[in-house]
């Protein structure tokens, strides 16, 4: 019987991943493959909105599904938010993946992320949102693959603050 090519690869993945993992206790089972590096406070009156920018390192040498992975079986790398009353995150853009390929199938090319990759997006504040900062909690949720394997799927915890200022005045027109 021949599989799909694209069920023969998740098959091939998840096996090299079990055999890989099962083999090698050398692997911490916390392991981070994957840092948020910090975000300045984004500043916005209410009833505005201003952009954000998230910017993440995959450690060397692994690489992560991006958002949009090739393979509709793969995990895809998204954000998602626990927000406060007076913000809104919205409009995320991801950026696309490189394709590569890997020893597995190399016949086969993935979108994926290594090294920096940035994630953009706005912050609004509502138009009664009353002054002060406000911390977001996010998380990227995202699947950590080396040359050889794939891991469990992770979640990486991150914060941000959010500045809303005093309201602006709207301009009069006689």
Request: with cysteine.
């Given at each position: ?13 998840t096996?090299?991943?079990a055999?890989?993992c ?8 916390g ?18 909105s201003?952009?954000v920018q998230?910017?993440f390192?995959?450690?060397d040498p692994?690489?992560?599904?991006s ?9 895809p790398?998204?954000l ?13 853009t991801?950026p ?14 993935l ?6 990759f940035?994630i953009r ?5 509502p ?14 949720r995202y ?14 915890p991150?914060?941000?603050d959010?500045?809303i200022g005093?309201?602006?005045?709207s301009?009069?027109?006689s």
């Amino acid at each position: 019987m021949k599989l799909p090519r694209s069920l023969a690869l998740v098959f091939c993945v998840t096996l090299l991943s079990a055999v890989f993992c099962a083999q090698d206790a050398s692997v911490p089972q916390g392991r981070s493959f994957v840092e948020a590096l910090p975000t300045n406070t984004v500043v916005v009156s209410p009833g505005h909105s201003a952009p954000v920018q998230f910017t993440f390192r995959v450690k060397d040498p692994y690489h992560i599904n991006s958002s949009q992975p090739t393979v509709e079986e793969l995990i895809p790398t998204q954000l998602h938010f626990s927000l406060p009353g007076e913000v809104a995150v919205g409009k995320m853009t991801y950026p696309a993946g490189k394709m590569m390929s890997f020893p597995f199938d190399p016949s086969t090319k993935l979108s994926v992320y290594s090294g920096d990759f940035v994630i953009r997006g706005m912050v609004a504040a509502p138009s009664q949102a009353a002054q002060g900062t406000y911390t977001v909690h996010g998380e990227l949720r995202y699947q950590a693959c080396d040359n050889n394997a794939c891991y469990p799927p992770k979640k990486l915890p991150f914060t941000f603050d959010v500045k809303i200022g005093p309201r602006t005045k709207s301009a009069r027109h006689s």
